[in-house]
C-alpha cells in the first residue's frame, strides 16, 4: 500500500499544479520532449509565457509544454497569441482540447505555425494518426483564435492583427467528458524550444442547446 501510495505522488508530481495560472489549473510537459518546458501567469498583465520544446504535435504522438484544466459539455476558449524570437516554418502554438495527457491521445486543437500557417489537426483515438487541414497564409503575425466546442462539433474561428474574428472551418471529434482544455507550444525541433505569448485568455463554460442534458 505505501508503495502505491509513493507511486501516485510521484505521478501527480510530474505537473505543477497552482493557483496561479490564471483559468487553468495545471502546466507540464506532454510526451516528455527533451527539453523541459515552463509556464509563467502574469496576472498583472493577464499574460501567459508558454517555452516549449517537442519533436512535434503529429502522426501517432504529441511532444509539447500544456497548460490547461478539466471541463465538461459546451464552451469556448478564446486567446491572442504571438511568438517570440526565430525558429521553424512548423513550429506550433494554439488552442488544444485532449482526452487525456497520454502522448497518444484523442484530441482537437487550432494552432498556428511558425510561418503564419493557420490549421486545425485532430486525432479520432487513441494511437490514431493526426488529421489536419491547412488554411493560406500571409507569413508571421498576432493571432487571436477562438475555439467553441457543442457537443462533438469544433467550430474555430481566427482574425490577424487585430482584425474580427471570421469562422475558419468545422469538424466533428469525440472526446468525451471531462476533456482537457488548455493551450499549447511545439517547438516542431528536438533540441530547441521556443516561447509564445498568450493574452486576452477567456475560457467559457456554455449552456447546453434548449431541450438537451450534458
Known sequence: ??????????????????????????????????????????????????????????????????????????????????????????????????????????????VIHGNGMPGIQWRNTKGDITNAVDFPFDGPAKYKLKLVRQGSAIAVSIARDGAGLKELAHTQVQLGNPVLVGLAVCSHKADASDTVIFSDVSVEQLPAPAGKKQ
Open 1 to 110: 500500500m505505501r508503495e502505491l501510495f509513493l507511486t501516485c505522488v510521484v505521478a501527480a508530481s510530474a505537473f505543477a499544479q497552482s493557483g496561479t495560472l490564471g483559468p487553468f489549473t495545471n502546466s507540464g510537459d506532454v510526451g516528455g520532449p527533451a527539453i523541459k518546458g515552463s509556464t509563467a501567469f502574469d496576472a498583472g498583465k493577464g499574460q501567459f509565457r508558454i517555452t516549449g520544446a517537442g519533436a512535434n504535435i503529429w502522426a501517432k504522438e504529441d511532444q509539447f509544454q500544456y497548460v490547461w484544466r478539466e471541463m465538461s459539455g459546451n464552451f469556448a476558449v478564446t486567446t491572442t497569441m504571438e511568438f517570440l524570437g526565430q525558429g521553424v516554418d512548423h513550429r506550433k502554438a494554439g488552442i488544444m482540447l485532449r482526452h487525456s495527457l497520454d502522448t497518444d491521445a484523442p484530441y482537437v486543437d487550432i
